[in-house]
């Protein structure tokens, strides 16, 4: 960070206007010309004319709001604009110019404070103090200048941060003392107390170094009696309910760190249980404080929990009597109501997760305990996901607890003797786990998510979500339930039979209710004994049927169809072990393939493909009963089964057939089911390459290559099922497949030459293109799943670089296909070191041309970018030789597209460019010729760049990586494992010397606004913590919060000493561990008194 005054000069100011002049004369002149006076610091500021800028900021439009944004930051970014604040406060009727000069204010407190004269610092602190206290002191003022004085309020926090303890000590003694002169400003002062303690408690990672928030903190510790006092004082004397509220929210943000001592050993859990929890203004802040109070988890101060508990449930069953319908009350309440019931949930979660055990020892409590869990189960029921989800976290902690201690199933065949094998916590809660298993069968939430896209090619398609919200809430209910079905799969069983008993006879018939009951039915298959299963699931499904055909309209039908397909779906184990119900669920599901009512297709395929992965075997062996596998019956009326289907519902029907076929082991049957499998496929593809080998222009036709892409899509989801021994079908299409590839790429090229990039966008463009892409598809699909490395490099690779390679180097950039980056990566990785000889030719076709497209920027191409370098990382990790045996200036080339990688913005290439240049530092330390020449080489140039990456602010998700890699850089030149000089100048320096050095110049060029002495430490950190990742990292985030400010002479609060003799140990203690492992110190290292 430097200061460079001249950037921000009048000048500046005085270009931008004119270019904005230029951009839009006449009425914006006066405005342009006035500007410049704004910046020259001789003159008085003009008032007036920074509020007009400053509304035109906030109303302008177009230019004119361009030009006020860039004068108001050229403004602010001048290091004396903040000797213009006090002017602004006190002169501008305009709050957002007020607001506007705070911030200039924060910039300066937490930049530069350290390098401004200290008669400067105090003033700037007596008038922020005069400035709160002035607006602070009357209550109409308060309420009325309440966000002014909220920013004012962060200002002196800022300041605290800066001057607390050590130039301002009777910081603590003041604000108490001043808060008990007057409540409106004792008001305040809580607001400042509770802000410096968010400051220092919650977000001080990352925004101060760890010694100086481990300082303020024990600071806050040690002088916290006088603020307790003050907060005790005002709970027991103050009539003020405002004043109230904002102690009782203060000592909120306090109770997460203060000495457990003043929560447990002084009256205050009495005082907010009967002073504040049922009175409702302060209960729900009360429940909050009750809740952090709950979550503390130590030992000693058992009683006092037992008291919190139970003054707590008292003091609730007042407020709100168990007989109270909370779902209704929910619904009806207001909002801070409907808050009191969410805290609520989570004071008792908190509380009974850490503590249920204490409470269960006391028999005299367990009806308090019931009574807590009553409550719970009404809460659950409340129609708010977020309150459920609280409620759910807990349910499914206390079933997982009671289930692992005694892992048993009670057995409804000993429903006689049930009890007294019952484990005792078991017997406490079962009365209430009825009612839970109740609330979850009637809440279950959607088992999956299928949202309906259009994909890059322009085609509709159905997209199984993976991790939205209500799939999570349905992973979470459905483990919770199995939990409650493995304690007692009776209930379970008793329950949703009454309940599919109510859809039957009517009473509770609805959509949704059906939908609820069948989706918790489906999620606990496996859950209970097979037989027990067995005659649960006959009654369900025998029920279903009933309703089925007493319900009339397609829509109840359909509804309930989709539901009975739902359900066998789950339950694979019952299906393997009765082929007649197998079979004829299997021919139901083809009859549904027929019903064109809307989502019956789809579900129908869905189920099928649930069903032949899970039972895949019996359809190719041949059943009791049976003349052949039923596969072989499936593959005979394969046409008329899918003759009603949409092709991607076909895709999805041949993918699981594929299922099937891949069960086969003899492989002469399984060759003959693969040919008779793919024969309908292949018949519309030969007569379509006999067409085209007539006339290649029909492969222009939009028809014929919107078949071609299905035909590919056919295969690509029979390949995926089928595995390896798909590679009789591969290769009966493959060079056709190629030739077809290489001609639609010539195509798209010469409809690019001819019309321009635009026409990329046209539909026949586009279905060419996925031509293009199937065919890399099934290939690379077809390889991470072959298991024959040796024959797929000999027979398929050659055509496959043959036909795409050259294809893709002479394409223009718009046509060059992603996927082709992507099927080499797959390749490289499944192949390993089989492919290493035709590496280079890869590079040469792909390498530079796609640098050349992804060199300029950071955004464009982020297809090509992410599998470009998913390549080069597949070449790094296996064919690493490879990389090694390319000329010099490829190499280069090679190691500066990673350097690009890493400094990426899009998370994904730079985590992946971290990754490579980590395995690439690895892999040439194992090859002892390629290493001292490449450190030599390379060395510093890597640092450097990891370095300028360290401490830029936008990269620090990547920290953790970079903390490995600069550690193990580090850890080399420390271990002398590099033995050949660095630098070109360094003599007889060591390296270790030679690399200090170079790191502390770097870092001085870069912020010359450091000390050296920061600098020096943090040099010695880098290589004293090398070994200890996590605290390498926090080291990092240290000098990351040193580089925002100008640290001027002043660095004690920055503890350098105290931070100096901690890394003096550290590398005390990394010596301690290393003497321990004989030999691993080098003899001439050892110090005398150890060499005998």
């Given at each position: ?903 990426h913005t899009m998370r994904n290439v730079a985590d992946t460019g971290l990754n490579i240049l980590y395995g690439l530092l690895q892999n040439v330390w194992q090859n002892e010729q390629a290493a001292q020449s490449f450190y030599q080489t390379y060395y510093t ?152």
């Open positions: 960070m430097t200061s460079l005054p001249g950037l921000f000069s009048s000048e500046r100011l005085i270009a931008i206007c004119l270019f904005t002049q230029m951009r839009s004369p006449g009425n914006m002149t006066a405005l342009t010309e006035q500007a410049t006076q704004l910046l020259d610091f001789n003159q008085k500021l003009d008032i007036n004319l920074l509020d007009t800028v400053v509304k035109c900021l906030y109303n302008g439009e177009g230019n004119q709001q361009r030009m006020a944004q860039e004068v108001l930051t050229t403004l602010k970014e001048h290091p004396d604009a903040w000797t213009r604040v006090d002017t602004i406060l006190e002169y501008s009727n305009n709050q957002q110019t007020k607001y506007y000069a705070l911030q200039i204010l924060e910039t300066v407190i937490k930049t530069r404070w350290k390098v401004l004269p200290r008669s400067q610092c105090e003033g700037i602190k007596k008038y922020t103090v005069g400035l709160i206290i002035k607006l602070s002191s009357d209550a109409k003022n308060l309420e009325k200048e309440k966000v002014y004085l909220g920013k004012l309020n962060m200002i002196l926090v800022q300041i605290l941060k800066q001057e607390w303890p050590k130039n301002w000590p009777s910081f603590i003694g003041d604000i108490v003392g001043a808060s008990r002169t007057n409540e409106s400003l004792c008001q305040n002062n809580m607001h400042i107390l509770k802000l410096l303690s968010e400051e220092v408690f919650d977000f001080s990672s990352g925004q101060m170094t760890q010694t100086k928030a481990k300082h303020l903190k024990d600071s806050m510790c040690n002088e916290f009696s006088q603020i307790f006092q003050l907060c005790q004082f005002v709970m027991d004397n103050s009539d003020n309910p405002t004043l109230v509220g904002s102690t009782l929210e203060t000592l909120l943000r306090f109770l997460n760190w203060i000495p457990l001592g003043y929560i447990f050993e002084t009256k205050l859990i009495t005082t907010l249980i009967y002073k504040f929890l049922n009175v409702p203004m302060f209960r729900n802040v009360t429940l909050k404080c009750l809740t952090e109070v709950a979550g503390v988890h130590v030992n000693q101060y058992d009683e006092q929990f037992v008291v919190l508990f139970t003054l707590t449930m008292n003091q609730l069953k007042q407020i709100l009597p168990l007989e109270t319908d909370l779902r209704d009350a929910y619904g009806n309440g207001r909002d801070d109501e409907q808050n009191f019931i969410q805290n609520l949930s989570l004071f008792l979660c908190t509380f009974l997760k850490e503590h249920s055990q204490l409470i269960e020892r006391k028999t005299d409590l367990h009806t308090t305990l019931m009574e807590a869990l009553k409550y719970l189960v009404l809460i659950s029921e409340v129609d708010e996901t977020e309150i459920f989800k609280i409620c759910l976290e807990y349910w499914n902690s206390l079933a997982s607890e009671l289930y692992r201690e005694s892992p048993f199933s009670s057995s409804p065949f000993l429903l006689g003797q049930q009890n007294s094998e019952m484990p005792v916590r078991r017997q406490l809660y079962n009365p209430v786990l009825s009612k839970v298993r109740r609330v979850m069968i009637s809440r279950m939430a959607k088992p999956e998510e299928v949202l309906v896209v259009e994909n890059d090619q322009g085609e509709v398609v159905r997209e199984f979500m993976k991790d939205t919200d209500s799939i999570n809430l349905y992973k979470n209910m459905r483990e919770t339930l199995v939990y409650l079905t493995h304690l007692d799969y009776a209930d379970t069983e008793q329950i949703m039979t009454e309940k599919l008993q109510l859809q039957v006879n009517g009473q509770e018939w609805s959509w949704k209710n059906l939908n609820t009951l069948c989706w918790a039915i489906g999620s606990i298959s496996g859950a209970m004994h097979e037989e027990d299963e067995k005659r649960f699931l006959v009654t369900v499904i025998k029920d279903l049927l009933g309703l089925c055909e007493q319900k009339r309209g397609k829509d109840n039908k359909a509804i309930i169809a989709s539901n009975i397909m739902y359900v066998v779906g789950q339950y694979p184990r019952f299906l393997r072990a009765h082929w007649k119900f197998l079979k004829t669920v299997v021919n139901k599901l083809f009859e549904f393939m027929h019903e064109t009512h809307d989502g019956v297709q789809d579900m129908a395929c869905d189920t099928f493909i649930k069903i032949a992965q899970k039972c895949r075997r019996h359809f190719v062996q041949v059943q009791v009963g049976e003349v052949m596998p039923f596969i072989e019956e499936i593959l005979n009326s394969i046409n008329t089964i899918i003759c009603d289907l949409q092709p991607q519902q076909v895709h999805t029907f041949y993918e699981a057939v594929g299922y099937m076929i891949s069960a086969q082991t003899d492989t002469g049957v399984q060759e003959h089911l693969i040919e008779k499998y793919m024969l309908l496929p292949n018949q519309v593809w030969d007569g379509i390459i006999q067409q085209a080998s007539k006339n290649v222009d029909v492969l222009k036709e939009p028809e014929i290559v919107k078949q071609l892409g299905s035909i590919l899509k056919t295969n690509v989801r029979a390949c995926k099922a089928v595995g390896h021994p798909f590679v009789l079908q591969l290769g009966r299409i493959y060079l056709d497949m190629l030739n077809i590839y290489k001609c639609m790429s010539e195509n798209i090229s010469g409809a690019i030459a001819a019309n321009g990039e635009m026409v990329t966008k046209q539909p026949l463009i586009r279905s060419m293109r996925t031509v293009k892409k199937e065919t890399l598809k099934l290939i690379s699909g077809w390889v991470s799943r072959s298991n024959e490395p040796g024959m797929v490099v000999e027979n398929f690779i050659p055509p496959l670089l043959d036909a795409v390679l050259g294809d893709y180097a002479r394409n223009v950039p718009a046509a060059r296909e992603p996927e082709v980056l992507s099927t080499m990566a797959t390749t490289v990785n499944k192949l390993e070191g089989h492919i290493t000889t035709e590496v280079p030719k890869i590079f040469d076709a792909v390498f530079e041309c796609t640098l050349d497209m992804i060199n300029k920027n950071f955004e464009e191409y982020p297809e090509h970018r992410t599998n470009f370098f998913l390549l080069l990382q597949a070449v790094n990790s296996h064919c690493f030789p490879a990389l090694l045996a390319i000329p010099p200036m490829q190499f280069k080339l090679v190691l500066d597209s990673i350097i690009w990688a890493f400094k140039d890597v640092l450097q760049h990891v370095l300028s990456v360290v401490t830029d602010t936008s990269h620090t998700a990547g920290l953790t990586m970079h903390a490995t890699i600069l550690a193990y850089m580090f850890n080399l030149v420390e271990q002398n494992k590099i033995t050949v000089p660095l630098t070109p100048t360094q003599g007889t320096v060591t390296n270790e010397v030679c690399i200090k050095e170079f790191t502390a110049n770097l870092l001085k060029v870069a912020f010359p606004h450091l000390q050296d002495a920061q600098v020096k430490l943090f040099v010695t950190g880098l290589f004293s913590l090398n070994h200890d990742i996590p605290q390498f990292k926090e080291h990092l985030r240290d000098f990351l919060v040193q580089i925002k400010e100008f640290a001027g002479d002043d660095t004690t609060d920055l503890y350098l000493e105290e931070r100096e003799t901690s890394l003096r140990q550290a590398v005390e203690e990394k010596r301690k561990i290393q003497m321990a492992v004989p030999g691993i110190i080098n003899p001439h290292d050892m110090p005398e008194e150890m060499q005998d």
